[in-house]
């Protein structure tokens, strides 16, 4: 029966700490963050000359760099609070992650809402027509796979030789993301972000939905397992698997509470990488 290894360790780490003020605090400064990240680089795309079809390249710039800078504002200002992922990616229990992905969502909605309501022509995510779909989920695969890399490797709390800004470098990160995705998807690098928009505007909106939704979520799973290699790499220790029952039984009693452990990091090293996805 597999009901021995999944009830006890597995239930104790996905619920735990789930009913306490520091979670909830928590949930709230996630919806919180995503709705002003949402909201300050979505309204940073709204077209107010009439009759013009394409944004010009300063405008790739100006979204490019709100979208950045609101990224690193609300991750230097909620780190406290929530670790402040703002993305569905990160290291956390089953449970606590509903919790999160759910705020983050519904932040998301808020913002898209908000912007809707003060200027009407709020922008969805619209995949380039000249481009295939496989392409536009690899476009946002690789964006959000630089992303989600750079903020696991910037968060590690392991690493002593990290002496600059964690948040600084995941916004140069979302630039150079956007920068170069605009053209291609529209840059979603974050689910909840794209989610929120298409919601909000029409149903036509969601044409272009799948490409945006899983090329992040690809790119971010990719993201961890490869730097998880790196690290066991650069460590010597190999990447044998032990073949015993017993032997598997102690790893996933390991990764557990690894789990656990990565709940308890201090919250510059905790953030988002254990996220963020950063817009």
Not at 162 to 176: C, D, E, K, N, R
Request: proline share 5%; charged share 15%; net charge positive.
């Amino acid at each position: 029966s597999c009901l021995p290894w999944c009830s006890r360790e597995r239930a104790s780490v996905a619920f735990k700490g789930i009913w306490t003020k520091s979670f909830r605090r928590a949930v709230s400064g996630e919806f919180l963050a995503t709705l002003i990240c949402v909201l300050l680089g979505l309204g940073s795309t709204v077209d107010w000359a009439s009759g013009t079809e394409k944004p010009s390249p300063a405008d790739l710039v100006l979204v490019s760099l709100c979208f950045s800078l609101g990224v690193a504002t609300v991750v230097q200002c909620f780190l406290p609070f929530s670790s402040c992922h703002i993305n569905p990616v990160g290291k956390l229990s089953l449970a606590k992650a509903l919790f999160y992905v759910t705020a983050q969502c519904l932040g998301a909605i808020a913002a898209a809402g908000l912007l809707y309501l003060l200027t009407r022509p709020v922008r969805c995510l619209h995949v380039n027509l000249d481009i295939s779909v496989g392409h536009a989920l690899l476009v946002e695969l690789l964006i959000t796979f630089e992303l989600l890399f750079t903020v696991t490797a910037t968060c590690n709390a392991k690493r002593a030789d990290l002496t600059g800004s964690a948040s600084l470098a995941i916004g140069l990160a979302v630039v150079i993301g956007h920068l170069f995705a605009i053209r291609y998807t529209g840059a979603g690098m974050n689910p909840a972000r794209s989610f929120g928009p298409a919601l909000l505007t029409n149903a036509a909106c969601f044409t272009s939905t799948p490409d945006v939704l899983g090329g992040p979520i690809l790119g971010g799973i990719l993201a961890a397992a490869v730097y998880q290699c790196l690290r066991k790499v650069q460590r010597g220790g190999g990447l044998q698997p032990p073949t015993s029952w017993r032997g598997r039984r102690h790893l996933r009693q390991a990764w557990f509470l690894e789990i656990d452990r990565g709940e308890k990091k201090e919250p510059l090293q905790e953030l988002s990488a254990d996220v963020l996805s950063s817009v």
